[in-house]
């Protein structure tokens, strides 16, 4: 690890360019800067490209995507450990890409079940499950099923996928669900919603994957359905745990059924990463997102990146830079960022600013290591 070097440290800029396309960009425009690029996730989509980042192995396998089409996925495989992100396997940007319409009511995290299994089947004993971009209301009914899990309607026959066909579960059996007790689950996510209700997820994030607002009601009492039989069956209740809402409710069968643990998405990916020791020596880090907003303050990327180099001995100033900035310098301060750079401050055309973004970017990290650096 080189000293008095630049840790960068960004995620992804949706829709445009990856975490580890933005770390070369700004690593070009800082030119001979030492620096070290640690491309980072908070769960959602790009965290399986983040764990690559950090020297996990790749691995791609079919699985069922979230219409039941099917979709190559891959995970992030190192020392008995898998990272995988659900979005990979029941994410909205597949359908979105494929030019499919959303499918609120039916889609299944049935993959997701799918990509776990396969894991398990090389023999780790952690899984980390990113939570975010999926376009899935299940409450992780499909994940159960991949999982060997039967939801059976009042004539005993198997319900068919999504949220909705919940509210006619008539009795869940389980003596056929894989025994996974031997593996260690945590769950990566900055979402803290519980299951059902007006800060459950249907109503928060339906509407996001296509719901109507009949859709919203039809998912809540399938959801509501799933808990009732769900926890009467394993004896416990996970319905109202923070995360339970996390992807479509997937954090609620997680939880229920595989043990697993809650943890910030970006602390996940941050130790993973080795951001501690990257931070050893360095004289500033840069991170960003491609918007700097409300969210970010809640527990995104950026935010995850600025306490952990706030809470480093000693302490390493952080910038960051973006495709737009709508935080105030008083916000952006509190959160632990000294300064954001975005691209709309040298130009304001947001359709150029994608086309253009990398060499945008690069122009950003000169002005950086001209403010920070000289």
């Known amino acids: 690890m080189p000293s008095d070097h630049v840790v960068i440290a960004p995620d992804k800029f949706k829709g445009t360019l990856t975490a580890s396309e933005v770390a070369a960009h700004v690593a070009a425009g800082l030119g001979g800067v030492a620096a070290v690029a640690v491309p980072v996730a908070d769960g959602g989509d790009g965290t399986v490209d983040a764990a690559v980042a950090a020297g996990y192995r790749r691995v791609e396998i079919g699985v069922r995507g979230p219409t039941g089409r099917p979709v190559t996925a891959a995970f992030g495989l190192l020392d008995g450990a898998a990272v995988i992100e659900a979005a990979q396997a029941c994410g909205l940007a597949l359908l979105r890409c494929s ?3 959303l499918a609120p009511l039916t889609a299944s995290t049935r993959g997701v079940g799918e990509l776990i299994a396969a894991a398990v089947r090389m023999g780790v004993k952690k899984v980390v499950l990113g ?6 209301t299940d409450g992780g009914a499909g994940l159960v099923q991949a999982l060997g899990g039967r939801l059976l309607t009042r004539r005993g026959v198997e319900l068919a996928p999504g949220g909705a066909a919940l509210a006619n579960l008539e009795s869940l059996d389980l003596t056929r669900l894989r025994d996974l007790s031997g593996v260690e689950f945590l769950l990566a996510s900055d979402v803290d919603n519980p299951l059902l209700g007006p800060q459950g997820a249907a109503a928060v994030y339906g509407p996001q994957k296509g719901a ?4 919203v009601s039809a998912l809540e009492a399938g959801l509501e359905r799933w808990a009732d039989v769900a ?19 997937l954090g609620f069968a997680a939880q ?19 951001f501690r020791d990257a931070l050893d020596g360095a004289r500033l880090v840069i ?25 480093h001995d000693p302490p390493v100033p952080v910038v960051a830079v973006c495709g737009v900035c709508t935080l105030s310098a008083a ?12 691209l709309t401050d040298i130009e304001p055309d947001i359709a150029a600013c994608r086309a253009q973004s990398g060499p945008l970017l690069e122009r950003l990290a000169r002005q950086i290591a001209e403010d920070w650096l000289a």
């Open 99 to 101: 030019g499919a319409a």
């Open 131 to 136: 939570l975010g971009g999926t376009a899935t």
């Open 212 to 215: 109507s607002p009949d859709d």
């Open 231 to 249: 926890e009467a069956c394993v004896g416990r209740s996970a319905r109202s745990l923070p995360g339970a809402g996390a992807a479509g409710g």
């Open 256 to 274: 229920l059924f595989l043990g697993a643990r809650m943890r910030p998405g970006i602390e996940l990916l941050l130790e993973m990463a080795g």
């Open 287 to 311: 991170t960003g997102e491609g918007a700097l907003d409300e969210q970010t303050l809640r527990g995104k990327a950026p935010a995850g990146v600025a306490r952990a180099a706030a809470a």
């Open 331 to 342: 916000e952006l301060q509190a959160a632990g960022i000294a300064v954001a750079y975005a």
